[in-house]
């Protein structure tokens, strides 16, 4: 199902969460809303849900206009960021609630939990209580619960923020390959613009209540809108009102006459990848990152002088506020 | 003890990883010998100040109350003012607890997830049971459904009779219980968060169905702890009830009241006899809870 957000206002107080938002997600898309914390993207999830109503504005779900329906009515898979468990239930009965309470033959549901738990991988863990899992088997059985009633829109908020850094990476990577498998048209809330870019098709960049861009993750690094995009996805280098990414910053061994001369002031090994901090010769500090080869080749120290060539910086003009 | 802590860390940072030597053994023994002499003094003091104050005079009183052997044990229990003393506490009890507990539920869920003007008062309203003297309770449950009170000529002419008979013993009972099982109840609820509840509305629970299945379930240690703490209240009451029943023997009378009647009447075999009963029935709350409790906890681990 297709979901679309229309001109919603959200406020807590005197605090702006949501400003004039709209967004289009295609029907089986896999969409990160990213912002940095307290830009509203959790509240957006949170209205789509239907577990915050919007102040103003719309959400159609498919053909549906649901902005006053009750998140139980929704059809909406919801995998909340600390999991929340029904800790006084086994697994099996936590994947179970939603078809027990739609009050479905039990032969039925044993059978639908049963594909569920080896779907998420956690089958023989049925009779565990959820004080008994770690933190990536809450987060599987958690969206195995969300999808035990065949929601048309599954929605994630920071789903991995929780977990540590190599679960991550692998639940990631299996969150992709599900949804390739069951092609339900999904959402998650991520601060992390590496997740965001790994996992989702298309990216939504939030910032203070505000829809900054949306496109692809390549679309987004390559061409963004405004100041706020450049900075917040990708690594970036300012020089006043001008910004560049380190990568395209060229080191070269001798003086080519077209070049700055630059001191390299600190060499940070981080594998494959070398980042090189440079002080410029009008004092001003820029970071530059080449290759491990490269590195090699240019033979870069602390204390070294060398000329670097800057690409042509791209200039955001100030948005009409 | 004669190396400093700072000294042995220094022994045991030292160039060629030496081991540790002796006298940081020694001065960890000694630190552990400290530690449990603290230990072992204040679990004394704990004991002791019980001891006095209450593991003495109940030991007393069963004492007294078997010191002449089975028989007079016996013959006043079934007495028949006893008898009835017994079981008018026990419908008290069984009307006013559940009673409490669903207001109580109810009022926990209102002042913690509740936003509404005077919230705040209303907490404090809640509590005011546990400041007023049960005395005054009495008093004002008498000045307002008493036959002169507010609804006194109305009640009597609808042909109810509140204050001097059961209903009035109930209504004294439940209003000294009040707060328990919200007190209990809030911390719980707090700690339970509402995640849980919200998932259950995503995943199509309906409220009622949110509430039975996950809310109460997650609060019900809190639950089960004030309705215990309520039970023993109500079996005790004194004060307010003392007032509002007249205490008719063999009509209004309570437990708590007849040990006093039997006592003032220089019966002390049936006055024991009757508070060993009513030491008895709240004991046996307590450890049905604390079973209750340690079994399904370990079962979940939580």
Do not use: C
Not at chain 1, 284 to 293: K, L, S
Not at chain 2, 24 to 42: G, M, P, S, V, Y
Not at chain 2, 204 to 220: D, E, M
Not at chain 2, 289 to 300: A, G, K, Q, V
């Amino acid at each position: 199902m297709a979901i679309e957000v229309r001109n919603v206002d959200k406020r807590f107080g005197d605090f702006v969460a949501l400003d004039d938002v709209s967004i289009t997600v295609g029907d089986g898309a896999l969409t990160a809303l990213l912002g940095p914390s307290g830009s509203g993207k959790s509240t957006l999830l949170r209205i789509i849900a239907g577990l915050e109503a919007a102040d103003s504005g719309e959400v159609v779900i498919g053909d549906e206009d649901v902005t006053r329906a009750p998140a139980r009515t929704r059809g909406v898979g919801f995998v909340f960021q600390h999991y929340a468990p029904f800790k006084h239930m086994t697994v099996h009965d936590n994947v179970a609630f939603g078809l027990s309470v739609r009050k479905r033959p039990k032969a039925e549901i044993s059978a639908r939990v049963k594909e569920l738990l080896g779907l998420v991988r956690l089958d023989g863990l049925a009779e565990r209580y959820p004080s008994q899992l770690s933190g990536g088997q809450l987060q599987r059985m958690a969206l195995a619960r969300a999808l035990a009633v065949q929601p048309q829109v599954l929605l994630l908020d920071e789903p991995f923020g929780a977990l540590d850094a190599q679960v991550r990476a692998e639940l990631r990577e299996w969150l992709r390959r599900l949804h390739s498998e069951i092609h339900v048209t999904t959402i998650f809330v991520t601060h992390d613009q590496e997740e965001a870019m790994e996992v989702a098709e298309q990216i939504v960049v939030m910032n203070e209540g505000r829809i900054e861009q949306a496109g692809s993750p390549r679309h987004l690094y390559e061409s963004p809108s405004n100041e706020f995009v450049m900075s917040f996805i990708g690594p970036v280098n300012r020089l006043g009102d001008a910004f560049l990414r380190p990568h395209d910053i060229q080191i070269l061994a001798e003086s080519d006459g077209a070049g700055t001369e630059a001191l390299v002031e600190r060499v940070v090994h981080l594998g494959f990848e070398v980042r090189v901090e440079l002080k410029l010769h009008d004092g001003r500090d820029i970071w530059a990152q080449v290759t491990r080869e490269e590195a090699e080749r240019l033979e870069l120290r602390e204390g070294q002088i060398l000329t670097v060539r800057l690409p042509p910086p791209r200039v955001f003009t100030p948005q009409a506020a | 003890m004669s190396s400093s802590g700072a000294g042995a860390a220094a022994v045991s940072n030292g160039p060629g990883g030496v081991a540790r030597r002796a006298p940081t053994h020694d001065a960890e023994r000694a630190a552990e010998r400290a530690a449990r002499a603290r230990k072992l003094t204040a679990r004394t003091l704990a004991l002791g100040y019980l001891t006095l104050l209450l593991l003495a005079p109940v030991a007393m009183i069963f004492y007294r109350t078997f010191e002449h052997g089975l028989a007079p044990v016996w013959d006043s229990i079934t007495a028949p003012n006893a008898q009835h003393a017994f079981w008018l506490t026990i419908e008290v009890v069984a009307i006013a607890v559940p009673l409490n507990t669903a207001f109580g539920i109810g009022m926990a869920l209102l002042l913690e997830r509740g936003r509404f003007r005077g919230k705040g008062l209303l907490g404090l309203l809640v509590d005011l049971p546990f400041a007023i003297s049960p005395v005054v309770v009495g008093l004002s449950l008498v000045l307002v459904y008493g036959k002169t009170g507010w609804f006194g000529d109305w009640l009597t002419e609808q042909g109810f009779q509140i204050i001097f008979s059961v209903p009035g013993i109930v209504l004294a009972t439940a209003v000294v219980s009040l707060p328990f099982v919200a007190r209990e109840t809030i911390p719980v609820l707090r700690e339970l968060g509402t995640d849980s509840e919200q998932a259950a509305e995503t995943l199509g629970a309906s409220p009622w169905q949110t509430f039975w299945r996950v809310t109460l379930p997650g609060i019900r240690w809190g639950v089960v702890y004030g309705v215990v703490l309520t039970t023993a209240r109500a079996l005790g009451e004194f004060g307010a009830v003392s007032i509002v029943s007249g205490r008719i023997e063999g009509q209004t009378q309570t437990l708590p009241l007849y040990v006093q009647d039997r006592f003032e009447n220089f019966d002390s075999t049936g006055a024991y006899t009757a508070a060993v009963v009513l030491a008895l029935l709240a004991m046996g709350t307590l450890l049905a809870m604390n079973l209750l409790t340690r079994r399904t906890r370990r079962r979940i681990g939580a």
